[in-house]
């Protein structure tokens, strides 16, 4: 199975100011196909997961241009360029180029 | 718009079976994949299970395979999740989500609201 590890796992942010959350696989995400099949999740306090990004770099639909994603191969990165409070939550690096899909343990975001 | 209503959890006894349901609307159901997600309470997410959008494959995480039975109804638009003999660490809200395309494939780009099954004598 891919192992996925995230670091910090908590994060406290100044709103406003840039925020990074990193995120290592155990083995290359890199599809012959050229994508890296990396996803972010962010799950908001009382709500369920959603998709930020997608094949490491694609927001998915609705997603603000504040957050970005980043990375190839085992290492990865997803940023948000000015923390906003409604970006509060748990963030999640995900891979899906094999089952079992596996999470990375969650970055708590929190406003400083 | 897509949505995803899953039912079926609750209190249980361990070594009892349950089965949830997850009933899709807002898109056609018989052309995606489809997967449950776990979450412990006050733990991070786990992948349970996905199965193809005619159900012909499926797949498990090692931990409930056995034990746990992923199908789908496409004539009425529901995916099930059958867990036989539950164990503690089942406790967890499961959600389903859906796939990308007929193959289960990510990113998961639907969620339910998750449903709550705790075992406990």
């Known amino acids: 199975d891919i192992v996925m590890t995230q670091y910090p796992l908590s994060l406290p942010v100044n709103p406003g100011e840039p925020a990074s959350i990193s995120c290592r696989s155990s083995?290359?995400?890199?599809?012959?196909?050229?994508?890296?099949?990396l996803d972010w999740y962010v799950q908001k306090p009382g709500q369920s997961p959603q998709l930020l990004i997608n094949k490491n770099s694609n927001r998915a639909c609705g997603v603000p241009d504040r957050f970005s994603g980043s990375g190839s191969g085992t290492d990865f990165t997803l940023k948000i360029s000015r923390v906003e409070a409604e970006d509060v939550g748990v963030y999640y690096c995900?891979?899906?180029?094999?089952?079992?899909?596996?999470f990375g343990q969650g970055t708590r975001l929190e406003i400083k | 718009q897509v949505q995803l209503v899953e039912s079926g959890g609750g209190a249980v006894p361990p070594g009892r079976p349950l089965r949830l349901s997850c009933a899709s609307s807002g898109f056609t159901f018989s052309n995606y994949g489809m997967h449950w997600v776990r979450q412990a309470p006050g733990k991070g997410l786990e992948w349970v299970a996905c199965?193809?959008?005619?159900?012909?494959?499926?797949y498990y995480i090692d931990s409930v395979k056995g034990r746990f039975t992923i199908s789908r109804d496409n004539s009425k638009n529901t995916l099930y999740l059958q867990i036989n003999s539950l164990f503690a660490e089942d406790t967890a809200i499961y959600y389903c989500?859906?796939?990308?395309?007929?193959?289960?494939?990510?990113?998961?780009?639907?969620w339910g609201q998750g449903t709550l099954v705790t075992v406990s004598s």
């Open positions: 199965i193809w959008a005619d159900g012909t494959n499926k």
């Open positions: 083995q290359s995400l890199l599809h012959s196909n050229g994508y890296n099949y």
């Open positions: 995900v891979q899906v180029l094999q089952t079992p899909i596996t």
């Open positions: 989500a859906r796939g990308t395309g007929p193959y289960a494939s990510g990113p998961l780009g639907d």
